[in-house]
């Protein structure tokens, strides 16, 4: 009766557990809320389900796109032998190209935005990035204490 009775709290404990864990997989807080907390090095990586496809993101505020990695885009289906690399573009790391796609879905936990714009890198990747294609269409993100929460 008693496990019965606290089964929410219960629920509740073993997603923060499991969230912990496995920090890329995120807890949702509450409706269209999800945290995640810090990994290795200070950087927040979250997983995604992207046009059905599951991908692993580098949160970048400094990338003013959802880029995929090469090897991300052909998992989802993309040709890259068919994409344009015209759209040059500026990192910590020189000058790169890239081709403009379009993502139908990105859900991260209970978020899901549809027509996402994202670019497909056409150098090697180790990971890809969550830009502000996606970050600047929420209705906010911050961090705290180790903890980025993004918000519907």
Known sequence: VAGYSFRFEAQQV????????????????????VTFRAGPGGHFRVQATV????????????????????????????????????????????????ATVGLRQLSIGAITLGNVRASVNRAP???SLLGMTFLGRLSGYGVRNGTLTLRR
Do not use: C, Y
């Not at 557990?17 to 995120?26: A, D, F, K, L, V």
């Not at 993101?57 to 090897?71: E, H, I, K, N, R």
């Open 14 to 33: 073993w997603q923060r557990i499991t969230g912990e864990i496995p920090p890329h997989r995120g807890i949702e807080t509450a409706p269209g809320e």
């Open 51 to 98: 046009d059905g496809t599951s991908v692993r993101f580098l949160v970048d505020t400094g990338a003013s796109m959802v880029v995929l990695s090469p090897g991300d885009a052909q998992r989802m289906g993309f040709d890259l032998s068919r994409l344009r690399f015209s759209q040059r573009f500026k990192t910590a790391n020189g000058s790169g190209m890239g």
């Open 125 to 127: 990747m180790e990971t």
